[in-house]
Structure formats: C-alpha cells, structure tokens
C-alpha cells in the first residue's frame, strides 16, 4: 500500500471505524477510504474464514438507486447484463463497460422491486459509475441517485456464517438464495440481507443504515462468538478472492480488457433485446476472440509473483502477472496472469516462470480457481 502524501485530503472513515481502532486494525488508505488491512495476523484471519467465519466492514463500497418506470430499460442499455429479466428479490454480477468493450468497472445489482434497483460498484469507481449511469439515462423515465451515505455494509463470510445469523433474525436463511437480497430485520435492525461475497466461502452481506453499523457489528461478534468468527481485513480479503478465483478491479479488470480476456464473457448478454453501450465492440471480440487469456499460476518455490512481474515461457516474456500472493489454503505462491491466448502450454507442462525480481521462478499452470469450497 503506498503511503497518502502529506498533502492529500485525509481518507474517509466508515461507520465502524472507532470499532476497527479498538480492535488494533492497522489502517490504510484504500481508494480514499480509512480501512482495517488486518487486525493481527492476516493468515489466521484468512483460515478463520475458510475454517469458521471473518467479519469484514465494506462500508466503503458505493451504492447507487436506479428508480422509475423505465429503470429496467436503462440498466439493458447501460450494462452488458440483462437485468430487465431479473426478478425482484434476486441479484446479478455484471458490468458496466465503455463503447470500446473495455470495463469501467464490475458491479452487483440488486433488483429490490419491480422499478428499484441498486447498483454496487467498487469504491475506487462509485464516482465514475454513478456518473456513466447518469449520462445513458437521458431519454429514459428513470433517476440514477448516489445512496452511498445513506448505508454501511457489513459482510459475514464463512462456513459457520449461516448459524452465526441465524440467531440474529427471524428470516429463513435456508429460503435466501446464492445471489438473492431480502428485506429483513438482524438484531432488531432493518437491513437489506443478501447471499453475496468475495471470499469463495458461503457468506451473507448486510447493507444498513450507518447508525445501526456499530451495534450489528458488536451484535454478529457476540453471536460468533462461539463460532469462530474474527474481524478480516483488507488483506485476508484480497488472498481469499484470489484463491477463490474472483477478479480485481485495477488487476484483474481494466478499461485495457473486455469481459472476455477476463473469462467473463458469459456476463456479456448479446442475445437480450436492443442495444447496450459496448455491443459492437463486443460482438466482435467475442466472434474474433480475446488476444490474451487470463490463467492460474502456482509457484513451485516459494518467491512470490506480483502484480507487474512478466510471465515467461522458454525465456520469453509472453505476458504479466496481475494479482499475486502466499496461499494459506495450498500452501504455495499463487498468481493470476494474463498470457497470450495462443501460447501452447497447457497444465503440468514445463517451461513456464514468472521474473521476480530478476530471477526466473517456475511455475505451473493450473485451472481457475485455485480454491473451491466443498458444498
């Protein structure tokens, strides 16, 4: 994490930062926003969610309300998803790209009644997305409105999630879908529960008001406590997502990539009805195919690859690290990178490092994810 500059704006704090300082976080700055990176040890934080469960803060994620008659219409258009077909009730992992194809960010939308939608971008984005939906509305019966004051966002990830909540709520977790949000009430407080997460385990999300923030959290840590559950920070965050084979945007994603170098395609609804900003392009990355592949990596030393570091084959750079890390749950270094998609080299073969730091370290390659939880 690079250090704010004595003369940049102070970062944000969310509803739960007295909570994190209590705790011993060490904070950073992560995309203007005071976050906890951990609050002791990042791999027991990491194991706890695998094994138990971890309590994140994601408050800093942005939340944006796309309302009104057409609200359907406009999200088909501004979105490669199509998220008129998505009932109420239910969510959609999608995204909002440029005309060219390339992703200006990735989102969750949640359709909470037939014209109420929210849009959950990334936090570096939420300024961006909010505005892009703003200027693809015009000529559409619909208002785009940034609710991201208005909630805080905590999540609950792991395999003990469900019996930690359970406790907390009068609502049929088992009747709460993967990729489902529900109006409910969790220790007497409104939220709006959703079956989402970014871990690869089972997990819960609850946005709610940033009033009710601190008493939710203390209320989960109560009834986790015998459960296993600890607080994760950022960092616990980013290995689990990792493993579990989920992207990053700024690493994974970028305005330099469409959905399909990222093995997203299968977002990118070509077939729904009408025009979406980025079709063209789309239509015809998908009929050429994507120039690179984004693959799995697994280190056979025990060097890390990083972002930036170059893949190499037979000594020839062929392509660039984007997110790398120690993998607590495999016990070796574990990257994604994006590699020419013609390059012949299939699992198990030889030949294949990453340059860390001058020195050639082989790996293999191996399929996405790296990690899958038993169900």
């Not at 944000?12 to 976050?35: E, I, K």
């Not at 946005?207 to 008493?215: L, N, T």
């Not at 013609?342 to 020195?359: S, T």
Request: charged share 25%.
């Amino acid at each position: 994490m690079t250090p704010t500059p004595s003369d940049a704006p102070s970062p944000r704090a969310t509803p739960l930062h007295a909570v994190h300082r209590r705790l011993g976080a060490q904070l950073v700055d992560f995309a203007g926003w005071s976050m906890p990176l951990r609050y002791g040890s990042e791999t027991a934080e990491h194991r706890a969610v695998r094994e138990a469960a971890g309590l994140f803060d994601l408050s800093h994620m942005g939340e944006i309300a796309v309302t009104g008659a057409q609200a359907a219409e406009l999200l088909d258009y501004a979105l490669v998803g199509h998220l008129s077909a998505l009932k109420p009730g239910k969510a959609r992992y999608t995204m909002i790209t440029a005309a060219d194809g390339g992703v200006i960010d990735d989102l969750i939308v949640y359709r909470l009644a037939e014209d109420d939608y929210l849009v959950v971008a990334n936090a570096a984005n939420a300024a961006t997305v909010r505005e892009e939906l703003a200027h693809r509305a015009a000529g559409f019966a619909a208002e785009v409105a940034d609710r991201s004051d208005e909630h805080a966002l905590l999540a609950v990830q792991g395999p003990r999630a469900a019996a930690i909540l359970a406790g907390l709520t009068a609502t049929d977790l088992d009747g709460v879908g993967y990729y489902a949000g529900h109006r409910a009430e969790v220790d007497g407080r409104p939220v709006l529960l959703a079956r989402t997460g970014y871990t690869g385990e089972d997990g819960f999300e609850l946005f709610c008001a940033p009033a009710d923030a601190e008493p939710l959290w203390e209320a989960l840590t109560r009834a986790g406590a015998g459960e296993g559950l600890v607080p994760a920070g950022l960092s616990a965050r980013d290995t689990l997502r990792l493993e579990a084979g989920m992207p990053l945007y700024g690493n994974e994603l970028t305005r330099e990539v469409t959905p399909y170098e990222a093995g997203l395609g299968r977002v990118v609804r070509l077939d729904k009805p009408g025009d979406f900003v980025g079709r063209d392009a789309l239509a015809l990355r998908a009929e050429s195919g994507p120039a690179a592949r984004l693959v799995g990596l697994a280190g056979r030393g025990r060097r890390t690859p990083r972002h930036g570091h170059p893949v190499l084959y037979e000594g020839r750079r062929v392509g660039e690290v984007t997110s790398g890390a120690p993998s607590p749950s495999l016990g070796r270094p574990i990257a994604m990178a994006y590699i020419a998609a013609d390059l012949p080299v299939e699992p198990g073969a030889d030949g294949l490092a990453v340059d860390v730091r001058g020195r050639a370290e082989p790996v293999d390659l191996v399929p996405l994810p790296f990690y899958r939880r038993e169900r």
